[in-house]
């Protein structure tokens, strides 16, 4: 199929079809596969249920799974990608990728938002077949090129491994990303995990621009060992996690997206059955509401787990 016949039929889909600039190359055919893309994401999807790519706005775009996002920030200078989603996603997301009409390879910068198997685990193959960079936080980066991270981990005993991601580069808190138009921030929101790093950018469309937060998971999981509340065995976490939390609460939030849709109700803002509206102000603000009431029931189970031990004894 010609890319002229190719965004075509995402017109007519109801795909918005990105402005192809001389500086980026044509797009390859995408690869047929067996599973067809849902033409509606349900809410608690399978992680790597198969997605049609979605316009967010502007430059930004939705390239992910039905149950994992990848967002791919476009420019004739080439792209960025946050979030590579599980290794079986990969291939998913490339030919999601393609059939926006861009080419994996015009992907310079690989970004994370945290080093867990949902989210870094096609990075590898995304990293080999682009040949992009891939930049992280300190925090991040050794747990990103071995495929798993340590005891800092609160989900270390519970979590699987992943492909490891060579060569990654360092980031510093606050440090700003760019590729010709785009500016992306790092901001270090540790608690989920150590690295755990939430993106913000601005998105521009016919003189209005949107600014685009890109929050990290911020919930407090775990395996049955680690507990935020054990200061002696973790000094620092609990309160860093809850600065994390109010740090990505004030950011300026137009446009909040989540590395788990169901995480900021994606589903019901993005694609063909949008209930809600895409633009809220106040999102930012009433997610880290909601994952500091995650937190203080975590709290709450571990002591009440506490005094049941204390009991036991």
Same mark, same amino acid.
């Given at each position: %199929? ?13 795909? $918005? ?10 797009? /390859? ?8 893309? *849902? ?40 792209? #960025?990608?946050?979030?590579?989603? $599980?290794?079986?996603?990969? =291939? ?75 060569? #990654? ?7 700003? #990303? $760019?590729?010709? =138009? ?6 270090? $929101? ?25 929050? &990290? ?5 775990? &395996? ?8 002696? *065995? ?13 740090? %990505? ?16 109700? %994606? ?9 809600? =509206? ?11 509401? *909601? #994952? ?14 506490? /005094?049941? /031990?204390?009991?036991?004894?």
């Amino acid at each position: %199929m010609t890319l002229r016949l190719a965004l075509a039929a995402l017109l007519l889909c109801g795909v $918005t079809a990105p402005v192809i600039a001389t500086e980026v190359r044509a797009a /390859e055919p995408t690869p047929r596969t067996t599973t067809q893309p *849902a033409a509606a994401c349900p809410e608690g999807a399978d992680w790597n249920m198969p997605a049609a790519p979605l316009h967010i706005y502007a430059d930004t775009w939705y390239v992910g799974t039905c149950g994992l996002s990848s967002i791919l920030i476009t420019s004739p200078q080439g792209h #960025v990608l946050i979030d590579g989603a $599980t290794e079986k996603a990969a =291939p998913l997301i490339e030919a999601n990728i393609r059939a926006l009409g861009f080419k994996v390879e015009d992907v310079r910068i690989i970004l994370n938002s945290h080093e867990h198997l949902d989210h870094a685990g096609g990075i590898a193959q995304l990293q080999r077949d682009s040949g992009a960079t891939v930049m992280a936080l300190s925090a991040a980066a050794g747990a990103l090129e071995h495929g798993k991270g340590d005891r800092g981990d609160p989900q270390y005993l519970s979590i699987e491994a992943f492909p490891a991601i060579p060569h #990654v580069k360092r980031l510093k808190d606050g440090e700003e #990303v $760019t590729l010709g =138009p785009i500016r992306l921030t790092a901001h270090a $929101t540790p608690g989920h995990t150590p690295g755990a790093t939430t993106w913000t950018w601005d998105s521009c469309q016919d003189g209005r621009c949107h600014h685009i937060v890109y929050a &990290d998971s911020l919930s407090a999981y775990t &395996d049955d060992v680690y507990r935020y509340s054990d200061e002696a *065995a973790h000094p620092g976490v609990l309160a860093s996690f809850r600065q994390a939390i109010a740090t %990505m609460a004030a950011l300026p939030c137009d446009i909040l997206l989540t590395p788990h849709p169901d995480a900021s109700q %994606m589903w019901k803002r993005l694609g063909p059955n949008a209930t809600l =509206p895409l633009v809220d102000e106040t999102a930012c603000r009433r997610y880290g509401e *909601a #994952v500091t009431a995650r937190l203080d029931k975590r709290l709450a189970d571990e002591a009440a787990k506490t /005094e049941k /031990e204390k009991a036991a004894h």
